[in-house]
């Protein structure tokens, strides 16, 4: 490391009985986990419930699957109240892409209709959008929103695709490639003045942030739980408290689909729920063991601590500023310029996840946005100073040197 200053080293987080955190989930000691963001990491305790509900539903389907909707429901009540909404608003769905799905689905044809949606969005869901856009012979309005962008621009940068053939606005709570915020509150509360719905993807809010539903304007809102929140992976929420709340349908037709919103969702055939379920399992240990204000706040300070060390140690190899000027910033994710050569853009973003996964050991989160590579920081409590610490001693170089075989190779083409 370099002696550039950085900021004191949080401490690292102890379970109950004093063991560090990390001994509460199943990670690969062999790995370092720096990309919580991603895919989120399960907790034992919750892996463990979710296992003994699969047993329960495995020994007698026939007893399990009828008297599900009614436990789904009472779990619904569980997550609505971490999330400080009515459960009477809360569906329960895989992923935030399947939320995205299911609005998708729910709006009527519109010949030649324009969804806005802005250059930070996650690219699955944009994909969707596109998708209804040439159902109905339309077109996908993007909204440039740069990096940089303090709330009043990145509102108007939104708002100044609006039209009359706007039929649907897509617009991030917290962008997944560029981990800020966006104004969802005042973008939907005009939108909702011109009579537009408006889709908020709020993938990574549960958990990162503590009321992400407060002062909601918009329509729809769909949030991952197995994120921030830690629960087993296929848990969502979708929350739908506008006009359109009456025409979502789960995307799997069943026996319930006569029944209002949200209890048509709750029951889909023979799909394993399980991980709904054991959901409350994983909120309550961060609750019970550290308190989620605590929680926060050491994710907070740990992505600060990380991106300042890791960034330090990049500015020391190359000379350069590695420093990123976000806008709307949000707690517990950082980003960290990357050198030239690394990222360029997503396939190069990917490609180098991969192999810092396999050649050096790390999950790590590498993005791109407006042709800039970046290594985007998302701290959980399981994390500890020294997994940043270690990434800046050990891998900096190696991308270091990456970087300026990248940058030969292009040159010499």
């Known amino acids: ?94 992923n ?14 519109r010949r030649g209709g324009e969804i806005v949606v802005t250059d930070h969005g996650y690219g699955a869901v944009t994909m969707g959008a596109e998708r209804l856009a ?67 993807d709020g993938a990574h809010a549960p958990g990162l942030l503590a009321a992400p539903l407060t002062d909601a304007t918009y329509d729809v809102w769909t949030g991952n739980l197995h994120k921030w929140g830690c629960a087993p992976r296929g848990t969502a929420a979708l929350v739908a408290r506008g006009p359109l709340r009456e025409r979502l349908h789960p995307l799997i037709d069943s026996w319930a ?27 309550a240990l961060i609750e019970r063991t550290w308190g989620w204000t605590a929680a926060r706040r050491y994710m907070d300070d740990l992505a600060d601590y990380g991106a300042r060390v890791i960034g330090a140690s990049f500015a020391e190899l190359t000379g350069a500023d590695t420093a990123v000027d976000v806008g709307m910033p949000v707690p517990g994710m950082r980003l960290v310029r990357l050198p030239d050569g690394l990222a ?12 810092v996964a396999l050649e050096l050991g790390v999950e790590a989160a590498f993005t791109s946005f407006d042709g800039v590579g970046y290594m985007r920081l998302s701290a959980h409590v399981y994390n500890t100073a020294a ?24 040159s010499a083409q």
């Open 257 to 283: 689909a006569a029944d209002p919103y949200p209890d048509r969702f709750d029951q889909q055939g023979t799909v394993d729920a399980t991980a709904y379920l054991a959901a409350p399992t994983s909120l």
């Open 344 to 355: 360029a853009d997503r396939v190069e973003a990917d490609a180098l996840r991969d192999r």
């Open 134 to 200: 040439r159902r109905w012979g339309g077109r996908v309005r993007t909204a440039r929103v740069p990096l940089d962008a303090d709330a009043d621009q990145a509102y108007q940068a939104v708002i100044d695709e609006l039209g009359e053939a706007t039929e649907l606005v897509v617009v991030d709570q917290i962008t997944s490639a560029t981990a800020r915020r966006l104004p969802v509150e005042r973008i939907g509360a005009e939108a909702r003045r011109r009579g537009i719905p408006v889709l908020v």
């Open 96 to 109: 935030a892409s399947a939320g995205a799905s299911v609005v998708y689905a729910a709006l009527a044809l």
């Open 1 to 94: 490391m370099s002696e550039t200053e950085v900021t004191t080293a949080p401490r690292p987080l102890l379970l109950a009985d004093g063991r560090p955190a990390d001994r509460a989930w199943s990670l690969d000691p062999a790995l370092k986990h720096l990309n919580h963001g991603s895919f989120g990491a399960v907790p034992l305790v919750a892996q463990e419930r979710q296992e003994l509900l699969r047993v329960e539903m495995e020994r007698s389907p026939v007893v399990w699957f009828p008297a599900l909707p009614q436990r789904l429901a009472a779990t619904r009540v569980e997550l609505a109240d971490f999330l400080r909404i009515d459960p009477g608003d809360l569906a329960l769905v895989p």
């Open 387 to 410: 997994d940043y610490e270690y990434f800046a001693e050990e891998c900096v170089p190696v991308l270091g040197r990456w970087a300026r075989e990248n940058r030969r190779k292009r």
